[in-house]
């Protein structure tokens, strides 16, 4: 890393998916506000499909700047977190995508992109859990911020169609979700921290660092981001009226009475499958697979915001 003159302003960089963004507007937008902030003109990285985030997230903090603004969707801010965990240069979010999780979880503008630029160049840092998990007995791990999920919740990722996603929004999620709703439910076997596993014939396990998810539903309520904590959702449906049983565990006032949907809380997950099931994280399909190992980092990423 460069280093840094004393005197010399402080400078962002972008890390953008074009994909989402509004055009040379935004890019001029970010340029002015720089400037009228004090703060050097920002480093400019666009994303690819080939490296959605990563490699553009590294080569800003090769070049010593004081914050890496990840405008985009939950994809980009996943990859750009992936790089800035455990270093001491923060996240700084202005969200352009569908569902912009983490954003909403943590309160940031996602209707104003300048609006929260402006805030991440004046704010204050905060630290924040972030997950890592591999897949299939991997040497990989991927981070995510929000919420993984094997199964139900993870086709729903695979199968939404892009074109509703632009058009309805994160109600598109909802039309791939009821599509998906028939199904076979597979054996799994769930550990939490080491603990005695558990035994389930599961539709979705989820595992979330944050509470809410698309519409504002807060599934985790329990969930806080620097809690040191995850929490683990499994949906069991039983019988004709089986996902009844999960409305009622996830919204009813007697959590963990149902076997159809139970909540856990840990540090360290790993869910076995007896045949292979989607993955998702923090809203991206990463494939298939039978075997998931989850462990959270206590205040790993910095944001500032």
Known sequence: MPAKNAASPQRAAVVINPSKAVGANLRASL????????????????????????G????????????????????????????????DTPLGLVPLGTGNLLARNLGVDISDPVSAAYDVLNGTERTVDVVRSRFDHSEDENVFLVMAGVGYDAAIMADTVDV????????AYVEAGIRKLPGKPVRAT??????????????SVMIGNCGRIMGGIEIFPEAKIDDGLMDLLVLAPRGRFGWLGVIAGIFGRKKNKRQS???????????????????QLDGDHVGTGKHLVIRLEPGALKIRM
């Open 164 to 171: 509703l996603k632009d058009r309805m929004g994160w109600l």
């Open 56 to 87: 553009q997230a590294r080569q800003a903090l090769e070049a010593g700047v004081d914050v890496v603004i990840a405008a985009g969707g939950d994809g980009t801010v996943r990859c750009v977190a992936e790089v800035l965990a455990g270093t």
């Open 261 to 279: 949907a139970e909540y856990f809380q840990g540090k360290s997950a790993e869910v076995t499958l007896d045949q292979a099931e989607e993955f």
């Open 31 to 54: 340029v002015r506000l720089c400037d009228t902030q004090g703060w050097a003109e920002p480093l400019w990285l666009e994303t690819t499909v080939e490296d959605p985030g990563v």
């Open 190 to 203: 769930i550990k939490v921290d080491g603990k005695h596993p558990v035994k389930r014939r599961i539709r």
